[in-house]
């Protein structure tokens, strides 16, 4: 008993620490701009908070594999789970918004980065923090808290630090982990549920985003490689993983 308790403390004192310093380096890459810019998001906040260090304690201090991030089976309930979700979300969005039709450049620019940026935000919010908190505090306490702690970490971008914006942020982050639940902890769904919803956003209220470029879809690519250069690392590592990408 004392033993969990113990693990409990140090896990919750792990989670708040990386929220911390998730808030503090995307305000300091927002403040700071241009290639600073990309040494703290992509670099310290995306690659290093986001992927390295879930995959650290996973792998050495768990001593599990990716199944235990939510890298799983891609199943039909796992496709039809995303799809009811995207539909509900996007679709009641759109009722109640017009939105211009972007160029083919300008979707270029902004898919790349938020293909990125939510990738991060899944695997280390659902995959890496709710999977643990279900374990710990049961399904209902980890939905909150994982939809809690995604709210909080927007505090790290300008934009997004009224009272409105953080408490709709946390409902999304609530449809998020139901999503990421019901589909089995897995993270193919609430990453295509997060996508749709992250694109329409930016095209509703560009303003609330950085300005992606062409430069910054490019430095978003090259680390999208270094992402999949750092798994094929970990995979390598793990003689027990045994993934079927898709059933």
């Not at 509900?88 to 009722?95: A, D, K, N, R």
């Not at 909080?152 to 982990?177: D, E, W």
């Not at 490019?218 to 798994?231: A, R």
């Amino acid at each position: 008993m004392g033993n969990k308790i113990l693990k409990v403390n140090r896990f919750l004192l792990l989670s708040g620490f990386i929220l911390i310093f998730i808030v503090t380096t995307n305000s300091m890459a927002s403040f700071f701009g241009g290639y600073l810019y990309y040494i703290f998001y992509q670099g310290i906040y995306g690659i290093v908070l986001s992927i390295v260090v879930p995959l650290i304690y996973v792998f050495k201090y768990e001593k599990g594999n990716l199944n235990h991030l939510g890298i799983k089976t891609i199943t039909k309930k796992s496709i039809l789970i995303a799809l009811i979700f995207i539909v509900f979300s996007v679709g009641g969005q759109l009722i109640q918004n017009d939105i211009a039709i972007p160029t083919y450049k300008k979707i270029l620019c902004i898919s790349i980065p938020l293909i990125m940026t939510t990738f991060f935000e899944e695997f280390l919010f659902r995959g890496f923090f709710q999977v643990r908190f279900e374990k710990y505090f049961g399904v209902v306490f980890s939905i909150v808290l994982s939809g809690l702690i995604f709210s909080l970490y927007h505090l790290g971008y300008p934009s997004f630090r009224k009272i409105n914006s953080l408490l709709t942020l946390f409902l999304v982050g609530i449809m998020f982990a139901t999503a990421f639940k019901l589909a089995n902890n897995n993270l193919f769904t609430s990453f295509l549920v997060n996508l749709p919803n992250a694109v329409l956003t930016y095209l509703l209220n560009p303003k609330m985003f950085p300005n992606f470029t062409m430069e910054t879809a490019s430095v978003s690519f090259v680390t999208i490689i270094l992402v999949m250069v750092i798994f094929i690392a970990f995979i390598n590592k793990d003689r027990n993983l045994n993934v079927v990408f898709f059933k």
